[in-house]
């Protein structure tokens, strides 16, 4: 079966799936093999820190594959960011992901460059804005998602299905997919592809700890602090207090402080994360009732693409009318 979307035909990629950005690992290790399986893979700026080792990088993806890859720039966490774009656009990428913070002058310039321009937000408000400043497509990452919580974030299947009835451009859905079943909810919720960071660490290529995979692999989605981590909106008081700061203490430490508020951490703890830190922070998404073992990107994929194919073949249905529908998917 053919898996055409807007996406597919405007990354030409295979499948409508997209690997997420990582802070500290997102390099080629994890990217490159998701690109050639028929994903989208993404390289992380920051992850590179300097925009030679980025130049390095996106040319170690291209000696492994030859299908598209993206990088991604984060606003305000990615280091010499302007730099880091040029290096982008100079290296013929043809996908740019920004995300955490207003990227509208990277956006323009992406444009004029010829560089499809993806904005991933927490919030359908904010999907609605990256329309209007003129991106390609938007990620938008619901409350089961790891990454920065808004307190105006809404779950996934409520916000996707929300932001298609107002936004023209094609959404891509983030936020606790992992398995074929939440795949093509996504895309019967409205989206034209899925963007899963959670599910792509369990792979045997992601470069992180033996440990922090088996984590994955044994946390249950109800486990108590993982839905504390995941599903508590951020304090809006301290969120208010950190606002307040902008401009009163420097950039870099103010933009670790807010980051700590968004994270659900104390702020005081505030200083530059190393890698390991992060994991700590972020460990995973509820994504995790997906996960049961460390497969393979390519067998990730596969898995979803042949789960979704067999869902639909069996009549997508099947489980209303009573016909049980397998539980392996
Ligand atoms: C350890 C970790 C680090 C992340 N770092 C970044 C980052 O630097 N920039 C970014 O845009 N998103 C980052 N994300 C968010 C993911 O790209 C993605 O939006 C999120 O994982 C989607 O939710 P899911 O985990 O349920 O699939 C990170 C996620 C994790 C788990």
Excluded at 59 to 77: E, H, M, Q, W, Y
Excluded at 244 to 253: P, Q
Excluded at 280 to 295: E, F, G, N, Q, T
Aim: with cysteine; aromatic share 4%; net charge neutral.
């Amino acid at each position: 079966m053919e898996w055409k979307t807007r996406l597919t035909e405007m990354f030409g990629i295979k499948y409508p799936i997209i690997q997420g950005a990582f802070g500290g690992f997102g390099t080629s290790k994890i990217a490159a093999p998701v690109s050639e399986a028929g994903g989208l893979g993404i390289i992380t700026a920051g992850a590179l820190n300097t925009p030679e080792e980025l130049r390095k990088d996106i040319r170690r993806a291209r000696s492994i594959t030859d299908k598209p890859i993206g990088v991604n720039l984060s606003v305000g966490f990615c280091p010499r960011i302007d730099e880091m774009r040029e290096v982008a656009i100079e290296e013929g990428v043809s996908v740019v992901e920004t995300a955490a913070y207003k990227a509208t002058d990277h956006g323009k310039r992406l444009k004029e460059a010829g560089v499809k321009w993806i904005h991933k937000v927490a919030t359908v408000k904010h999907a609605i804005i990256a329309e209007q400043q003129g991106a390609d497509a938007v990620v938008i990452v619901g409350t089961e998602g790891v990454g920065f919580k808004s307190p105006d974030q809404l779950p996934t299947l409520t916000s996707i299905t929300w932001a298609a009835k107002q936004i023209e451009i094609p959404i891509i859905a983030a936020g606790g997919i992992g398995d074929a079943r939440s795949f093509l909810a996504a895309l019967a919720m409205g989206a034209e592809g899925v963007y899963m960071g959670t599910a792509f660490m369990a792979t045997k290529e992601c470069p992180i700890s033996e440990h922090h995979k088996r984590y994955l692999v044994e946390t249950r989605p109800d486990d108590h602090r993982l839905i504390r981590k995941i599903l508590t909106p951020p304090d809006p008081k301290q969120l208010e207090k950190v606002m307040k700061e902008r401009g009163r203490i420097s950039h870099d430490e103010w933009m670790a402080k807010l980051e700590m508020v968004l994270l659900k951490e104390d702020p005081e703890k505030a200083k530059s994360l190393e890698p390991e830190e992060v994991l700590k922070l972020a460990p995973a998404s509820l994504a995790v009732s997906a996960i049961d073992r460390i497969v393979t990107v390519r067998e990730l994929i596969d898995s979803i693409i042949k789960g979704a194919e067999k869902i639909l073949k069996s009549g997508i249905f099947s489980n209303i009318r009573g016909t049980q529908t397998s539980n392996d998917l």
